[in-house]
């Protein structure tokens, strides 16, 4: 999961971008408005967090600017005090949700995880065979036992459950896991792969290698013909 944070105050963006990069979210920053169009533009995220008073282009025009493009990318609006005229223009532009500063973090939290999900428009817990994954607390139990990934593995792992039975290519998969100042090179992808497929062997479900295209989560009972195993 890619989030964009659009925010002026470095030690706001600081503070929320540490939190969402431990808890296994890429993330990427801009500081004033015009960036963040650019960014909304050329690049593609899983929600932004976009606060209402910005530089250069405000935090409602980003979000006007948005929706008239017909983007439904949740966004999650940062407002500077209790101001109900800004939280009213910030949903009325169409923001899913906002939060008014300062706010605490783990709550910031749940409602990143709260936002994601709904963008999926998925319920709270998957299931592929014998893998249960609970999108609300991150946590992906085989045969009903919580499996240990690293933060990139079940950040891959969210990525291709979401996409159970479809085909994901590697340039998606980067996309989705690395900002702009972190590297992930489709080697690297590989590499996860290669351990996500060791950690559901043997009762998991399947990662399968489609040559030269990507990877393809199979669902129990619909193997995909054009599939090589190994990577
Ligand atoms: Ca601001």
Redesign the pocket.
């Known amino acids: 999961m890619r989030v964009l944070i659009a925010?002026?105050?470095r030690i706001i963006a600081e503070g929320i971008e540490h939190a969402l990069r431990k808890s296994g979210y890429a993330v990427d920053h801009v500081g004033n408005g015009a960036d963040a169009d650019t960014a909304l533009l050329t690049q593609q995220f899983d929600l932004l967090v976009l606060?209402l008073?910005?530089p250069r282009l405000s935090g409602i025009d980003v979000l006007k600017r948005l929706r008239a493009r017909k983007s439904a990318l949740p966004v999650l609006v940062l407002t500077?005090q209790d101001d109900i005229d800004a939280r009213v223009r910030g949903l009325d532009a169409g923001a899913d949700d906002y939060m008014v500063k300062p706010f605490a973090l783990p709550e910031f939290e749940a409602r990143v995880r709260a936002l994601t999900r709904r963008g999926t428009g998925q319920p709270t817990d998957i299931e592929v065979g014998q893998l249960v994954y609970d999108q609300s607390n991150r946590i992906a139990r085989l045969n009903g036992q919580a499996v240990d990934f690293s933060a990139r593995e079940l950040c891959l792992l969210e990525i291709l459950l979401l996409r159970a039975g479809r085909l994901v290519s590697k340039e998606q998969l980067v996309g989705h896991m690395c900002g702009w100042d972190e590297e992930v090179s489709i080697n690297a992808i590989e590499v996860y792969v290669h351990r996500l497929r060791k950690k559901l062997e043997p009762d998991g479900p399947r990662i399968v290698t489609i040559r030269g295209l990507g990877y393809c989560l199979e669902k129990p009972g619909k193997p995909s013909d054009s599939a090589n195993d190994g990577s």
Do not use: F, V
């Open positions: 925010e002026d105050d606060d008073g910005l500077a």
